[in-house]
C-alpha cells in the first residue's frame, strides 16, 4: 500500500495526458532554473564590470584614452557602451559643426540608443520566467483535474466507492497541482528579485549618461567661450 | 576588463538547474522510506530513552546536591579564623601608647584565652561539620537507595510494557495472516463459482445447439414418413391402413422423446437464466452499509417475454425498510433481462414470473 504511494510510482502510474501535463511542468521548472541561474551570473557580472568602470572613468584618465582602450563598439556592453556611443557621436560631429546645440543632441541621441540596447540585454528572458510563474500553476492544474475526471470514470464502473478506492488517484491526479507550483513558486521569486535588479544597474547606467553628458556640455561650453574672446 | 564580462554561457546554468532539480527529486524519493520506517524504530529508540533518563537523572541530581552541602561547611570552618587575626594586631598598636608591660601581659593573657575559646569553637564546628556531613551522607545514601528502587521499578514496567507490546504485536500478526487466508479463500471461491457459471453457460448453449439439431432431424423425418405415407397410400390402398397406423406409432414414440429431452433442456435453461438474472442483480445491488447478515429478503419479479419488467414486489420482507428498499432498487437497476428472449417459449412461460432470494452475505466479501 505504502509502496504503491510513492510519488514516482504514482506519477508512472498516472493516464497518459496527466503525465504529458508533468513532463511540460518539468521542461518549464528545468528552463526557468536555468535562466535563474544564468541572470543572476550575469546581473551580478554586469555590475561588478559597472563598478570597475566607473572607478576607471573618475580616477581622471584623459577622456580619449580611455575611448582608444576600449573594445570595439560590438563588443563593448553596459557603461561603456554608453560612453563609446556617446564620445564617438561627439568626435564625429566636433569637426563638422559650431553648433554646441547640435553636437550635444547628437550625443544624447547615441546614448539614448545605447541605453535602450543595455536594457534590453539586461532584461533577456526575464519575460519567460514570468510566463512560467503564471500560467504553470493552471497548467497542473489541467492536470489534476484531468485526473479527477478520469478517476470519476473508472469509479463509476466499481460496486462501491470507498475512500480506499478513490485515494490513489486523487492523489496521483494532485502530484501535477505540486508540480506546477514547484515550478511557479522558484519563477515568481527571482522573476521579481531579477528584474529590480536590472532595473536598478540601468538607472546607474541613466545617472552615468547624464554624468558624462555634463562633461562634455562643460567642456563644450569653455571652448566656445575662448573662442569667442 | 570588459573581456571577461562579456557573454555569461549557458553551460553552468544548465548544470545547476539539473542539480537542484536532482536533488528534489532525490528529497522526494528518500523522505518516503524514511517515514515509513520511523514507527518502527521511534517505539524502540523511546523505550531506551526513557530508561537512559531515569538511570542517569537521578545520580546526578544527588551528585548536584552534594557539593553545595560541602561549601558552606568549609566556610564556616574558615571564617571564625580570620577575625582572629585582624583582631589581635589591632589591639597591640591602640595600647602601644600605655603601659607596654601591663599591656602585653593583658594582652597575652587575653590573646591566650582567645585562642582556646577560637580552639573551642573551631572544635565545636567541626563536630557539626561531622555531623551534618554524616546525615547528608545518609541522606545521599537513602536517595541512592531510593533512586535504585526507582530505577528498577522503571525497567520492570519497561519490560511489562515491551512484553505486552510484543504481544501486541504477535496477536495483530496473526490476525492479520487470518484475514489473508480468509480473503484467499474467498477470492479462491469467487474464481469457482464464476468458473460454475461459465460451464453452466456453455452447457447450455450447447443443449439449445443439440436440441435445434433434433428439431431439424425430426422436422426432415417427418416429412420423409409423411411422403413415405402418401407414396404408400397411393400405391397400395390396402395395406394403408396398417402401414399409417405403424408410423403414427412410430412417431408417437419420437414425440415422447422429443418432450423428455425438452423438458430437461428447459429446466437446465431455465436454472442458466435465473443465475444470470441473480448475477445481473447483484452487480447492481448497493447493499446498505447497516446491513448484517442475517437480513434476508425475498422478491417477487414479474417479466414481458422481451426481458422487460413489469414490477418487483417484496413477498417477504426483510424487516428493514432500507434493505428492502435497496433490494427493488437493484432489480429494477439491473433491467431489462435481454437473455429472456433467447430462451424459447416453453422456458419463457415459467420466467414470467419468479422469485429471487436475497441475502448480502452472497455478495459481500
Known amino acids: 500500500m505504502n509502496d504503491s504511494m510513492s510519488i514516482p510510482h504514482l506519477i508512472m502510474n498516472a493516464s497518459l495526458i496527466v503525465q504529458l501535463v508533468m513532463l511540460l511542468l518539468l521542461a518549464a521548472s528545468i528552463a526557468s532554473w536555468i535562466i535563474i541561474f544564468q541572470r543572476s551570473i550575469a546581473l551580478r557580472r554586469a555590475e561588478k564590470a559597472y563598478r570597475d568602470f566607473e572607478d576607471h572613468f573618475w580616477s581622471g584618465v584623459d577622456l580619449n584614452e580611455l575611448y582608444r582602450d576600449l573594445p570595439a563598439e560590438q563588443e563593448s556592453v553596459g557603461a561603456e557602451h554608453v560612453f563609446r556611443s556617446g564620445f564617438r557621436e561627439f568626435n564625429r560631429l566636433m569637426p563638422k559643426t559650431q553648433s554646441t546645440d547640435a553636437v550635444l543632441e547628437g550625443v544624447q541621441r547615441g546614448q539614448r540608443v545605447a541605453l535602450s540596447r543595455e536594457e534590453d540585454r539586461l532584461q533577456l528572458h526575464l519575460t519567460f520566467l514570468a510566463t512560467v510563474a503564471s500560467a504553470s500553476p493552471y497548467i497542473g492544474l489541467f492536470g489534476t483535474v484531468w485526473g479527477i475526471m478520469g478517476s470519476f470514470q473508472s469509479l463509476s464502473m466499481a460496486q462501491q466507492a470507498t475512500l480506499s478506492t478513490v485515494a490513489p488517484w486523487i492523489a496521483e491526479a494532485l502530484v501535477a497541482t505540486a508540480m506546477g507550483l514547484f515550478a511557479a513558486i522558484p519563477a515568481v521569486i527571482f522573476y521579481n528579485r531579477l528584474s529590480a535588479h536590472a532595473g536598478r544597474l540601468l538607472g546607474k547606467y541613466e545617472n552615468f549618461a547624464e554624468e558624462f553628458h555634463a562633461i562634455l556640455h562643460r567642456n563644450l561650453q569653455g571652448r566656445s567661450e575662448r573662442e569667442a574672446s | ?365
Open chain 2, 1 to 365: 576588463m570588459a573581456k571577461r564580462e562579456r557573454r555569461v554561457g549557458y553551460g553552468w546554468p544548465v548544470l545547476l538547474a539539473t542539480g537542484v532539480h536532482i536533488a528534489a527529486l532525490m528529497l522526494t524519493i528518500v523522505k518516503w522510506p524514511e517515514s515509513e520506517s520511523d514507527p518502527t524504530s521511534s517505539s524502540v529508540v523511546q523505550a531506551t530513552l526513557v530508561r537512559a533518563e531515569t538511570a542517569t537523572d537521578q545520580p546526578q541530581q544527588t551528585e548536584d546536591s552534594t557539593p553545595p552541602a560541602s561549601q558552606p561547611e568549609e566556610e564556616d570552618v574558615q571564617e571564625p579564623e580570620e577575625p582572629a587575626p585582624s583582631e589581635s594586631s589591632e589591639e597591640p598598636a591602640s595600647d602601644s601608647d600605655a603601659e607596654v608591660t601591663d599591656s602585653a601581659v593583658e594582652e597575652a593573657q587575653a590573646e591566650a584565652q582567645r585562642l582556646q575559646e577560637e580552639a573551642q569553637r573551631a572544635e565545636e564546628q567541626r563536630a557539626e561539620a561531622e555531623r551534618k556531613r554524616q546525615a547528608e551522607a545518609e541522606a545521599e545514601r537513602k536517595r541512592q537507595a531510593e533512586a535504585e528502587a526507582e530505577r528498577k521499578r522503571q525497567a520492570e514496567a519497561e519490560a511489562e510494557r515491551k512484553r505486552q507490546a510484543e504481544a501486541e504485536a504477535e496477536r495483530k500478526r496473526q490476525a492479520e495472516a487470518e484475514a489473508e487466508r480468509k480473503r484467499q479463500a474467498e477470492a479462491e471461491a469467487e474464481r469457482m463459482r464464476q468458473a460454475e457459471a461459465e460451464a453452466e453457460r456453455k452447457r447450455q448453449a450447447e443443449a439449445e445447439a443439440e436440441r435445434k439439431r433434433q428439431e431439424e432431424a425430426e422436422a426432415e423425418r417427418k416429412r420423409q414418413e409423411e411422403a413415405e405415407a402418401e407414396r404408400k397410400r397411393q400405391e397400395e390402398l390396402a395395406e394403408r391402413a396398417a402401414q399409417a397406423n405403424d408410423s403414427s406409432l412410430d412417431s408417437m414414440i419420437s414425440d415422447e422423446e422429443q418432450s423428455i429431452a425438452n423438458a430437461k433442456q428447459a429446466s437446465e435453461a431455465a436454472n442458466g437464466f435465473k443465475n444470470l438474472v441473480r448475477r445481473y442483480v447483484e452487480q447492481n445491488w448497493n447493499i446498505p452499509s447497516n446491513a448484517s447478515s442475517e437480513l434476508r429478503a425475498i422478491v417477487r419479479i414479474q417479466l414481458l417475454p422481451t426481458g422487460e419488467l413489469v414490477s418487483a414486489t417484496i413477498t417477504q420482507s426483510s424487516g428493514n425498510s432500507v434493505f428492502d428498499h435497496s433490494v427493488i432498487n437493484a432489480v429494477e437497476k439491473a433491467a431489462p433481462f435481454r437473455e429472456m428472449r433467447e430462451l424459447d417459449a416453453s422456458v419463457k412461460g415459467q420466467f414470467r414470473e419468479f422469485n429471487l432470494d436475497f441475502n448480502p452475505e452472497d455478495i459481500r466479501r
